[in-house]
């Protein structure tokens, strides 16, 4: 069913949209009678699913690399709820619960798998709702994630401003696969295929997804 494109009006507000490599969106928006919607637009700017949220408060959504799922991150009263459909039907597919947690970003992975990030954590998960890991970082102020192709960075520092920090770099299942502490405070970092930036406050460095130098920037504070 195509819900043509007349309905790309998103008259109740667009809260996030997101867009896979194949070139399809998705959007989350507001709704009249509803908590949110999620609809996928293919690169034609067709909106071809559209699935209602009843439950919850939404606050992100993603879609799956091969575009067949959409995943929808939703504020509980007793937490944080992660929602996964098939674009095909508007049954529930999976869900996923993390109770006492606000958590604040969903991303599809590029094998399919979800990042969930929270301040205090980022939760690896199945998109069938089963967790495949976690990293902590308790006692760590969070400063930038992203995710390239098979792995995550995640850069913590001991205080939201100032001081060394640690990039950290997981496989998809949460697990630990290298580090490296920075003299210098982290930034912010960018990450595709498998390479990654990371902004320092007085120059940026590009690695591979080893943690090997590749380059740098001199002079980027401020961007």
């Known amino acids: 069913h195509s819900y043509g494109a007349a309905d790309l009006d998103f008259s109740g507000g667009v809260t996030a949209a997101d867009i896979n490599d194949a070139g399809t969106a998705v959007v989350l928006a507001g709704e009249i009678g509803y908590k949110g919607s999620v609809t996928v637009v293919d690169k034609e700017?067709?909106?071809?699913?559209?699935?209602?949220?009843?439950?919850?408060?939404?606050?992100?959504?993603?879609i799956s690399p091969n575009s067949d799922r959409v995943a929808?991150?939703?504020?509980?009263?007793?937490?944080?709820?992660?929602?996964?459909?098939?674009?095909?039907?508007?049954q529930l597919r999976a869900e996923y619960s993390e109770e006492g947690r606000s958590c604040f970003d969903l991303e599809y992975l590029s094998d399919g798998r979800l990042l969930l990030i929270s301040a205090q954590q980022a939760t690896f998960l199945k998109d069938d709702g089963k967790k495949l890991g976690e990293v902590s970082f308790e006692g760590e102020f969070l400063k930038g994630y992203a995710a390239g192709e098979g792995f995550v960075v995640l850069l913590l520092g001991s205080y939201k401003a100032g001081s060394a920090g640690q990039i950290l770099i997981t496989d998809t299942a949460g697990n630990l696969l290298r580090s490296l502490d920075t003299d210098s405070e982290t930034e912010a970092v960018s990450a595709a295929g498998k390479y990654l930036a990371v902004r320092f406050s007085d120059e940026t460095v590009i690695y591979d997804s080893e943690l090997n130098v590749l380059g740098n920037l001199q002079d980027t504070a401020g961007i």
Do not use: K
């Open 45 to 62: 700017n067709n909106a071809v699913y559209r699935v209602y949220i009843g439950s919850g408060y939404p606050l992100d959504a993603d």
């Open 72 to 90: 929808v991150l939703s504020l509980t009263a007793e937490g944080s709820t992660v929602s996964v459909y098939d674009t095909d039907s508007e």
